[in-house]
């Protein structure tokens, strides 16, 4: 039972490349998240999804863009790197309106850019 | 402006001691209350929870209390045990019907039992 799978776990950018992180979950669930954690600033949100074929901003979304093409996938593009995107990434996914299920969160990736 | 705050950064407390971890929010819309733990090198992992219709829930070592009019929770782990040593998060998700079971949070408090 793999639950939340994101790949890769640890990248190295220079400024303006892109990149494109993989979220993947096998539980069958309708919402997924994606998440920045910085030091002294808790986890926040960058997009979200509420089912296949939808997204929809998040807190802070600049810089970013999303895709759901499948159900259990959920892909966080950064088209032109910046130093201030440097964090650890996370995805979660959640089943859809019940919120005493709470969000089930993958190992992160921790992302650098020079 | 953060609307979950976590106000102590870093705790340190005895094996077998209680550790009390404090959050406060400022908007009125937050209806339920989760508390994460987080280990290096891996995702936060879903502790316990709250809804605002209750001021206290329990779960084996670990309690969490609700303030509502002091917009103020805590989580209590009685007793503290070195397997305990993570950083917390608090988070809020609000009353809305809008989709999305959105949660804000907190920016942790990082929790060092010593044996």
């Known amino acids: 039972n793999a639950g939340v799978t994101q790949t890769p776990k640890f990248r190295v950018l220079k400024t303006g490349q892109s990149m494109t992180l993989l979220c993947a979950q096998d539980?069958?669930?309708?919402?997924m998240y994606w998440y920045r954690q910085d030091p002294g600033m808790g986890l926040r949100l960058i997009h979200y999804?509420?089912?296949?074929?939808?997204?929809a901003k998040g807190e802070v979304p600049d810089g970013y863009n999303v895709s759901r093409l499948k159900k259990q996938n959920f892909l966080l593009g950064l088209e032109s790197a910046a130093p201030s995107q440097t964090s650890v990434y996370f995805c979660a996914s959640s089943n859809h309106r019940d919120r005493s299920q709470p969000q089930h969160f993958g190992d992160g990736t921790r992302l650098s850019i020079l | 402006d953060q609307q979950v705050k976590q106000n102590s950064p870093s705790l340190s407390v005895q094996e077998g001691r209680i550790s009390i971890l404090n959050c406060d929010y400022t908007n009125s819309m937050f209806d339920y209350f989760l508390w994460y733990k987080k280990y290096p090198a891996e995702g936060p992992t879903f502790l316990i929870s709250?809804?605002?219709?209750?001021d206290k829930n329990e779960d084996g070592r670990f309690t969490v209390f609700l303030n509502k009019s002091a917009k103020h929770l805590s989580l209590h782990i009685v007793p503290s045990q070195p397997g305990d040593s993570a950083v917390y998060f608090c988070?809020?998700?609000?009353?809305?019907?809008?989709?999305?079971?959105?949660?804000?949070f907190g920016g942790g408090t990082r929790v060092l039992v010593k044996p």
């Open positions: 539980m069958n669930h309708e919402y």
């Open positions: 999804s509420v089912g296949e074929g939808t997204t």
């Open positions: 988070a809020a998700s609000p009353t809305t019907k809008a989709a999305g079971n959105k949660l804000t």
């Open positions: 709250i809804s605002s219709i209750k």
